[in-house]
């Protein structure tokens, strides 16, 4: 997936975690892609299989050889650079986009707006080995329309040696978690690292599922319209105003170099982070999730799933589900090839995930389980204008100071007025 950061730890799948939905607007379509990996035959046209450019090497020749590897249809990988999402938004407009391709979602308007087809019946075999968080922002009205592909999840790393020089425990509460950044900022390292922004960007919804909220709750309502909305929104403030935050590193949140060379003691980061920072400091570091809030709150995870689904404008609709279920449902050793071969990510299957080697023991058990029990990801009812009204609202509470009462009350009505937009469509069938 496009590019790497400083220590070269690949962009790659963990961007749909960065700034999780989609584009919905279309820009102009991007040209690129070569066609690449060629199936056994079958008589028609080739089946056409997008994916966008991962970061980790190997990935693209993985994706060439399971292509090969399927005899019943003649299958074309495109490696798509650049804006994927917008390249993808434009081609499923159009008569010449992708047969079966690669999507962070599908997004809502998407499956609305009849651009993708049912694979209900491609995943009913294995429905239930699927977390239920990774497969639930895919199902709109009771039916799956993209096919999980690879899990990325996001927790915090901690470095044991720092945490015990300065008696402090692995926090369990954000409370203890605010203590902790304040015990263990010096002059020469602070205490926690968030992003750049002071986690703008990247703690989205998650201190809300820390405080036993969401964004939008199961019956499709406003999931944050409560009093500890603003509290534990406001203890990440205090974490800011208290300049236990590293700012300003040299890369960002994604990257574990910040980490790594001591700039910070705790440091939020993501799966793909972990055999880097094996590597780099052996046993000196353990991992969590996010610290829950308050007598209601539980531990958050975010989590998220690149999805494999088929365009209603294909031409071999028939042909490109039964390949979408054959290399995503059917081919086991591919997808555990896939999550583990090139990076380090959770199979999308329960049952996968468990019988990975490299997943079975120390601190890559530990994230496998806090992802089981605690993941959530974005609802698929969550819109692009949603987030950025949220976001601007967290900027301006996390760096500003402003009152989070008050910013979120403008974010909620934001939020109703787009749900009730939604429902109006669904009424009229639109």
């Not at 975690?17 to 607007?25: D, E, K, R």
């Not at 926690?192 to 405080?211: E, K, M, Q, R, W």
């Not at 749900?419 to 009424?427: A, R, S, T, V």
Request: proline share 5%; with cysteine.
């Amino acid at each position: 997936m496009g590019g790497t950061t400083g220590s070269g730890v690949g962009i790659g799948r963990r961007r749909l975690l960065a700034a999780s939905g989609g584009i919905a607007a279309a820009g102009a379509l991007a040209a690129c892609g070569s066609n690449t990996g060629r199936g056994g035959g079958g008589s028609g046209p080739a089946i056409s299989q997008w994916y966008h450019q991962y970061g980790e090497p190997g990935t693209q020749r993985a994706v060439q050889r399971y292509a090969a590897a399927y005899k019943k249809a003649e299958v074309r990988v495109q490696w798509r650079p650049g804006d994927y999402d917008r390249q993808t938004a434009a081609a499923l407009l159009t008569d010449s986009g992708p047969d079966v391709f690669e999507v962070n979602g599908p997004l809502l308007d998407q499956i609305r707006g009849g651009q993708v087809v049912d694979l209900t019946a491609e995943v009913e075999p294995v429905k239930d080995d699927f977390p239920q968080a990774v497969l639930a922002p895919k199902t709109w009205q009771g039916k799956v329309w993209g096919i999980p592909q690879v899990i990325d999840m996001q927790m915090l790393y901690y470095r044991k040696s720092l945490l015990k020089e300065a008696g402090v425990q692995p926090p369990q509460t954000l409370d203890e978690l605010v203590d902790a950044a304040g015990k263990l900022s010096t002059k020469k390292v602070k205490g926690l690292f968030l992003g750049n922004d002071g986690g703008v960007g990247v703690l989205s919804g998650t201190p809300l599922h820390a405080a036993g909220l969401s964004l939008i709750t199961d019956d499709g309502k406003v999931g944050f319209d409560d009093p500890a909305a603003a509290r534990v929104l406001g203890k990440i403030r205090q974490l800011y105003a208290d300049k236990s935050l590293l700012l300003g590193a040299p890369t960002d949140w994604s990257d574990p170099a910040a980490f790594i060379q001591g700039l910070t003691a705790m440091q939020w980061s993501g799966l793909w982070a972990l055999p880097g920072i094996k590597k780099a400091l052996g046993d000196d570091f353990g991992v969590l999730p996010f610290p829950k809030d308050g007598a209601g709150g539980k531990p958050a995870v975010p989590v998220g799933a690149y999805g494999s689904a088929v365009s209603a404008r294909s031409r071999r609709k028939t042909e490109a589900k039964a390949f979408a279920k054959w290399l995503w449902v059917d081919r086991t050793d591919f997808q555990q090839d896939f999550a583990l071969s090139y990076g380090f990510h959770i199979p999308a299957r329960i049952s996968l995930a468990r019988k990975a080697k490299q997943l079975q023991q120390g601190v890559a058990a530990d994230a496998v389980r806090f992802a089981t029990e605690y993941g959530h990801a974005e609802p698929l009812l969550w819109t692009a204008a949603d987030r950025n009204a949220y976001q601007d609202a967290l900027s301006r509470i996390i760096k500003d100071g402003a009152n989070p009462e008050s910013e979120l009350k403008s974010v909620v009505r934001k939020v109703n007025a787009e749900l009730q937009g939604i429902e109006k469509k669904q009424k009229s069938g639109r």
